[in-house]
């Protein structure tokens, strides 16, 4: 398949990975819940978010994979190729011990860890399910480097449709297991098989498909060190990532009952599907958005470009925030039960500091092309670090809700001391950008009326009241929408809307 081809049907795949990762997500999570029960799933959520936590040890090593190898093949030096790959993988066979130790340290600890909270059948649990995955993390973490060769051969399309089958399978199993009675270590075990044939078709496409070999010609201290040097500030990221959204878990685990648990990670799946929607427009947009930033383009283009994206992105962010705003509780009500009425809370207040990240990744993108990470590394690292030490004493005295107010509160001071070094280093009008994103805002205004006003005269739970108040939001907000949408996005919208077929049909 052509290079070009490579790249359409890669991005339409990923595509359609994101349409079901939410939608099954959304249709599979509350049968887990209800099959397992939530002291269980809440379990289960625990010890993958511990489990989950040591797989930030590979170092960011896949993705420093991606970029020497494509630097490789550009090069048609595979010789080169091949000794990189070779000293990659002395790397991730030491990184694959590591885990083993880490993971063998945490299991003969998890008694101190959870001894107050959790009862002698669920540290039974707890433990089987570590030792299995603890397996898969050290097979998964070098494992993932196959996949990132693919990527840097430009070969998208077999191996996203090959995980898309896998994603498929896999929640038919889920399916299946939890009606024969599995539970929380079944499914572990069953990842942990889909993930070793996953693995395997990864290494027959690199080796058999790709003829990549992997051969150690001159050992070459330099190499490791730029390996290593690459790879820092995407370890940084990812231990960011990872002490916002998963340590969360460990915290509560801790102090609380699995169930607790359960509802904070019912509310972080909620934040993730949020975020898997700006994914999807990002995508559009920011590959072309990155190539400018090579170039030599004036302050003015390049602000326009950045308010141009994150104006679209708002649009969509912001609707389904006000929607989930008007119409969550009931949705949450509805979808997992009365006792996680909670999680609508946890999941509005990572909305919310997640909408400004999410909306700004053109900026992040900028600094990425100038290779300016270090500054918004360091800052983050000492964000997160302080926001989980604070939330760590807040979390036993003021419950679950404090700690995620502390860590939305470190999302947004982020974002704020950011402004100035965008100014500087990345070129753009800060300012400007604010003034002409800031009419969006009064779509969440109208959110809040909307739903304030739903409670009162429509205080019980309805599912005629939710859809009907869904349509009124919905017709409300593209009125909105009309008022304040620039002929950018105008015609955006029209070029958009006519590649429907039946709008197309209709129109010819």
Request: charged residues 15%; hydrophobic residues 55%.
């Amino acid at each position: 398949m052509s290079k070009i081809n490579q790249l359409k049907g890669g991005a339409a795949l990923s595509y359609v990975t994101i349409f079901l990762t939410n939608v099954v997500g959304l249709l599979l999570t509350p049968f887990i819940i209800r099959s397992l029960g939530s002291a269980e799933y809440g379990l289960y959520t625990m010890i993958g978010a511990l489990i989950g936590y040591m797989s930030v040890l590979d170092f960011g090593l896949n993705n420093t994979v991606v970029r020497f190898v494509a630097k490789y093949k550009a090069e048609s030096d595979k010789q080169g190729e091949e000794n990189f790959l070779a000293h990659s993988f002395i790397m991730y066979m030491c990184i694959s011990l590591l885990v083993i130790i880490v993971g063998g340290i945490l299991y003969f600890n998890l008694e101190y860890l959870y001894g107050d909270t959790l009862t002698p059948d669920q540290i039974g649990k707890a433990k089987i399910m570590m030792l299995v995955l603890i397996f898969n993390l050290a097979l998964s973490l070098p494992g993932g480097a196959f996949r990132g060769i693919c990527s840097g051969y430009e070969e998208f399309v077999l191996p996203k449709l090959v995980n898309i089958i896998r994603y498929i399978v896999r929640s038919l199993l889920v399916v299946a297991i939890l009606l024969y009675g599995g539970d929380s270590i079944s499914l572990v075990i069953l990842d942990t098989i889909m993930n070793l044939i996953i693995i395997s078709i990864n290494i027959y496409i690199v080796i058999k498909l790709l003829r990549v070999r992997i051969k150690m010609h001159t050992y070459d201290k330099k190499l490791f060190i730029n390996i290593l040097g690459f790879s820092l500030w995407l370890f940084v990221f990812a231990i960011v990532q990872q002490l916002r959204w998963q340590f969360g878990q460990l915290i509560i685990g801790a102090f609380y009952t699995t169930s607790i648990v359960a509802i904070y990670a019912v509310g972080i799946t909620l934040g993730n599907y949020y975020g898997a929607f700006s994914g999807a427009i990002a995508g559009v947009f920011l590959p072309r958005a990155i190539q400018m930033t090579v170039k030599n383009i004036p302050k003015k283009q390049l602000t326009d470009t950045f308010i141009k994206i994150s104006r679209i992105i708002l649009f969509v962010l912001l609707y389904i925030l006000g929607a989930f705003i008007i119409v969550g509780k009931d949705f949450v009500f509805y979808w997992v039960g009365e006792e996680y009425n909670m999680a609508y809370y946890y999941a509005i207040i990572i909305m919310i500091g997640l909408t400004p990240t999410l909306s700004q990744g053109f900026a992040n993108n900028i600094l990425e092309a100038k290779q300016l990470l270090r500054y918004r590394g360091l800052l983050l690292l000492f964000l997160t670090v302080t926001g989980t030490v604070i939330s760590i004493y807040l979390v036993r005295n003021y419950g679950v809700i404090s700690m995620i107010l502390v860590t939305v509160f470190f999302l947004l001071l982020e974002r704020i001391l950011m402004i100035p070094y965008y100014i500087k280093n990345a070129n753009l009008d800060m300012l400007r950008y604010y003034k002409e994103i800031f009419p969006l805002s009064i779509i969440i205004l109208v959110s809040i009326i909307i739903s304030f006003l739903k409670i009162y005269f429509f205080p019980n739970r309805n599912l005629y009241v939710l859809f009907g108040s869904m349509l009124c939001y919905s017709f409300i907000y593209i009125g909105i929408s009309i008022l304040i949408i620039t002929t950018y996005e105008k015609e955006l919208f029209k070029s958009l809307l006519f590649k429907i077929p039946i709008i197309k049909h209709w129109i010819n």
